[in-house]
């Protein structure tokens, strides 16, 4: 079993920027890749950006140049550096691990709202 913890949500006004940490514990060493999704209630979770153990990343098209996803495997850690955000940006954020025996765990979620 992975666990996985988010923070560093909150509320920003347009143009601001936050930074999204995601620290994994238990069998870490089973976990491949890692990743950010995003879900308004009512609506299917998406992919915002995920990064391998190997550092390769995958971003969305919506977020491309204003988000960086970024990796600290020592602390098994997930980050995501959001800039310029955007109204559109308001979600709930969710981290994922994939393990390698193709097992995908989540966190509790953690609020976005860009407002002003």
């Known amino acids: 079993q992975v666990q996985l913890v988010e923070s560093g949500g909150g509320l920003v006004q347009p143009g601001g920027s936050l930074r999204l940490s995601c620290a994994a514990s238990?069998?870490?060493?089973?976990?491949?890749?890692m990743g950010w999704y995003r879900q308004t209630p009512g609506q299917q979770r998406a992919m915002v950006a995920t990064?391998?153990?190997?550092?390769?990343?995958n971003y969305a098209d919506s977020i491309k140049g204003r988000f960086t996803i970024s990796r600290d495997n020592a602390k098994n850690t997930v980050y995501l550096q959001m800039n310029s955000l955007k109204p559109e940006d308001t979600d709930v954020y969710y981290c994922?691990?994939?393990?390698?025996?193709?097992?995908?765990?989540w966190g509790q979620g953690t609020q976005v709202t860009v407002s002003s």
């Open positions: 990064i391998t153990s190997g550092g390769y990343t």
């Open positions: 994922n691990a994939l393990a390698t025996d193709g097992r995908r765990y």
């Open positions: 238990g069998n870490t060493f089973s976990v491949d890749a």
